[in-house]
């Protein structure tokens, strides 16, 4: 393989030349051989927004001349367009500041600017780190990645959710069906109603997750290596944060407190832990349908669901929910994500946390994997739901629990009797309550009507 010799301030490194990248990032490849897990594609896309913002700053503030400015600018659209996705190699497992990541981003955009000049005028350190640390910019990338992601993935999907859950909830709102507290068999309820409490679910996570925002609209910028500044000229966290916010069209904002924004990672949890809110309230809606869906002759059997693909390698004919059990594994895995963005904020040390790598892979994963299974269960198991109405009745009828129509009349203690005697002796309510002289077949067709009780 042809080679070049690339130096930083340890020494010289041989990189494959087919590579746009330096000395830094052949370091860390080499040493830290750990896992699949690379960078994520959309922190990197953030560290493309966020280079050129900086050269854009310091351009603005009389750092950094037009024509070196001009070709960051040119090499950070690149990355942005995933022109150069291959030139990001490193792993995860890496320095817990991402500093070889911010490196990575730094030769690869020096030497895109340098071909392009067709000389050497970009340094990585002195000209697209300029008025950086790794310690300022790898927090931002990840505010910048979390905010576009939350935008751009998670939000349309869960809005087409909320859409298809909005139509079933008004196509079902005269449907009645019995409903169930503890498993066990209660009082009715329109399958519209129970439908608007997965609505309002997503509506509520939705606004959580909206709420997370804000501290995520901070930026470190301008904290350099321990939040005080040094090496970044006045203004810069303000210029760079409105460059930012230009180039994204997003309300990105400078951190007040510097030393809070290196050494703290709280609002990556508070938001992270917005998402876990989401994944619980999807796990309670795919197990509500594929609790509803189960059978089709030995199980609830109250409602259809798309039938995709076969359910089993001996059984013939057997098709399962497997849309529910994809989307329930994705709740598992964000709530394990949830555990480590926790553990991982606690850890910062003085002024810098060093787990920043691990908190973006899982924050970015989760609304990845939120987004994808979100759609792909409404595209196809949710947009196919209907009811089965003949079932619901028919459970509807049978349900003992629909006795709690006749207490105003009886009283809750002969109620009971009357349930307990339908329950043991496999009588209907009618049948029961007539044995018990509590009412007379006339009477009782007069006082009991369960497609009322909602």
Avoid at 191 to 213: N, P, V
Avoid at 308 to 315: D, H
Wanted: with cysteine.
């Amino acid at each position: 393989m042809e080679q070049r010799i690339e130096h930083d301030t340890m020494g010289e490194v041989a990189v494959p030349a087919d590579k746009l990248w330096g000395a830094q990032t052949q370091r860390s490849f080499e040493n830290f051989p750990i896992g699949e897990e690379k960078m994520p594609p959309d922190l990197i896309h953030a560290f493309g927004v966020l280079k050129e913002a900086c050269a854009a700053a310091n351009h603005r503030l009389g750092t950094l001349d037009t024509r070196r400015y001009q070709l960051i600018q040119s090499a950070c659209q690149a990355i942005r367009a995933g022109e150069l996705a291959e030139q990001f190699p490193l792993s995860v497992w890496q320095t817990g500041s991402g500093t070889q990541t911010n490196m990575n981003c730094n030769e690869v955009i020096a030497h895109v600017g340098n071909a392009q000049a067709g000389e050497t005028l970009l340094h990585p350190n002195d000209h697209v780190n300029l008025s950086q640390s790794s310690n300022d910019t790898f927090p931002s990338a990840l505010h910048i990645a979390a905010v576009t992601a939350l935008h751009t993935r998670l939000e349309p999907a869960l809005t087409e959710m909320l859409l298809c859950l909005q139509r079933l909830e008004t196509d079902n709102q005269t449907v009645v069906k019995t409903g169930r507290t503890h498993l066990q068999d209660a009082v009715p309820i329109t399958f519209g109603q129970e439908i608007s409490g997965w609505r309002s679910m997503l509506e509520h996570a939705r606004d959580m997750i909206r709420a997370s925002l804000a501290g995520l609209y901070e930026l470190a910028l301008g904290g350099t290596a321990v939040g005080t500044g040094l090496n970044a000229p006045p203004g810069f966290d303000a210029a760079a944060a409105e460059e930012v916010a230009r180039l994204t069209g997003l309300p990105f904002r400078p951190a007040p407190n510097k030393f809070h924004a290196l050494s703290a990672r709280d609002g990556l949890v508070f938001s992270h832990g917005a998402l876990k809110a989401l994944a619980a309230d999807l796990m309670k809606i795919a197990n509500d349908v594929r609790w509803l869906a189960s059978g089709p002759r030995c199980g609830l059997g109250e409602i259809f669901i798309p039938e995709n693909e076969p359910g089993s390698s001996i059984m013939p004919g057997k098709v399962n929910p497997t849309q529910c059990e994809a989307l329930t594994m994705v709740a598992v895995q964000v709530m394990g994500n949830d555990t480590v963005m926790g553990v991982a904020a606690s850890q910062g040390n003085f002024e810098l946390n060093v787990y920043l790598p691990v908190m973006g892979y899982n924050y970015l994963q989760s609304v990845r994997l939120l987004s994808d299974a979100m759609r792909s269960f409404t595209r196809r198991c949710l947009s196919g739901l209907t009811p089965n109405r003949e079932k619901m009745a028919e459970n509807l009828h049978r349900s003992l629990m629909t006795v709690t129509a006749l207490t105003p009349l009886v009283g809750y203690e002969n109620g009971a009797k009357i349930a307990k005697l339908a329950h043991q002796e496999d009588l209907s309510l009618k049948e029961a309550a007539v044995r018990l002289g509590l009412f007379t077949p006339e009477a009782f067709e007069a006082a009991f009507h369960p497609e009322t009780m909602i």
